[in-house]
T-cell receptor, first 117, second 113 residues
């Protein structure tokens, strides 16, 4: 697609429920990132996928968070047993692979705003 | 490990005044450095990037940043602020040759008439 597409744009859920957030990156971008944006916290790195390499999961805040990327394209971020502190905007971004002049230049989606009641 | 520190969560300037947003980085290897901007109700977009070429980098909308290794800084400047510059600005660092970007906490720029 022309840009990074995220769905849903808004999600309201009850504490304890599981949620899935979807990201469709730009076609041909081999790198995909998830960040979390909370008020006053900036952008918190969550996870990074690069091609077929093992993902860098070093930013996932707890084992309730997981992400997968199927077929090197679409990614799903899953949050199990949601807590109120999970409320934030979850941003997905994609970029060209390493060695490419466009590497490190991230194109962001519009985000998925999660509200946990 | 890489990190960036943005001094000042809010910066207020008058229209036409100089804009200076500060960013200091920490990196154990040569860094790539970036500024991203988030306009109200919009996604983040790249403003400019430093990837070890010229130390003075020009970006969109009249912004520029200078890489100063001795000061471990990458401050963002614009000679004359415009009302449309009001946004949140994020500095980010990545180790050269790798792609994981680490962002700062952001600085909200407020521009008054």
């Amino acid at each position: 697609g022309a840009g990074v597409s995220q769905s849903p744009s808004n999600k309201v859920t009850e504490k304890g429920k599981d949620v899935e957030l979807r990201c469709d990156p730009i076609s041909g971008h081999t790198a995909l990132y998830w960040y979390r944006q909370s008020l006053g916290q900036g952008l918190e790195f969550l996870i990074y996928f690069q091609g077929n390499s093992a993902p860098d999961k070093s930013g996932l805040p707890s084992d309730r968070f997981s992400a997968e990327r199927t077929g090197g394209s679409v990614s799903t971020l899953t949050i199990q047993r949601t807590q109120q502190e999970d409320s934030a905007v979850y941003l997905c971004a994609s970029s060209h692979g390493q060695g490419n002049s466009g590497a490190n230049v991230l194109t962001f989606g519009a985000g998925s705003r999660l509200t946990v009641l | 490990a890489q990190s960036v520190t943005q001094l000042g969560s809010h910066v207020s300037v008058s229209e036409g005044a100089l804009v200076l947003l500060r960013c200091n980085y920490s990196s154990s290897v040569p860094p790539y450095l970036f500024w991203y901007v988030q306009y109200p109700n919009q996604g983040l977009q790249l403003l400019l990037k430093y990837t070890s070429a010229a130390t003075l980098v020009k970006g969109i909308n009249g912004f520029e940043a200078e890489f100063k290794k001795s000061e471990t800084s990458f401050h963002l400047t614009k000679p004359s602020a415009h009302m449309s510059d009001a946004a949140e600005y994020f500095c980010a660092v990545s180790p050269a040759g790798f792609q994981k970007l680490v962002f700062g906490t952001g600085t909200r720029l407020l521009v008054s008439p």
